[in-house]
């Protein structure tokens, strides 16, 4: 149990540190599915985006990085590159 502690201790600080960085990036995710499939795929008579990119979205919307895994994928399935993790 110590040693549970003492690990969750040194990696809380990181997780943080990485918040930032990964908002941003979920955003750029957002921002080019946005462009490059809803849009594309509304001229071209709509895009069936589903639940899970739905809330993926909206997570990476509000800055909760947990959509970053599906958009990544979204957007590799599509054969979209992904935005750059700077």
């Known amino acids: 149990m110590k040693l549970l502690i003492s690990s969750l201790v040194l990696i809380?600080?990181?997780a943080a540190s990485a918040a930032p960085g990964d908002a941003a990036y979920?955003?750029?995710l957002v921002a080019t599915y946005e462009s490059l499939v809803m849009k594309r795929g509304?001229?071209?008579g709509g895009v069936e985006s589903g639940l899970e990119t739905s809330v993926a979205l909206d997570q990476c919307k509000n800055g909760n990085p947990a959509g970053i895994p599906?958009?990544?994928q979204k957007l590799r399935d599509l054969r979209i590159d992904l935005p750059s993790r700077n």
């Open 70 to 72: 599906v958009l990544e």
């Open 12 to 14: 809380l600080p990181i």
């Open 26 to 28: 979920c955003k750029a």
């Open 42 to 44: 509304v001229a071209r």
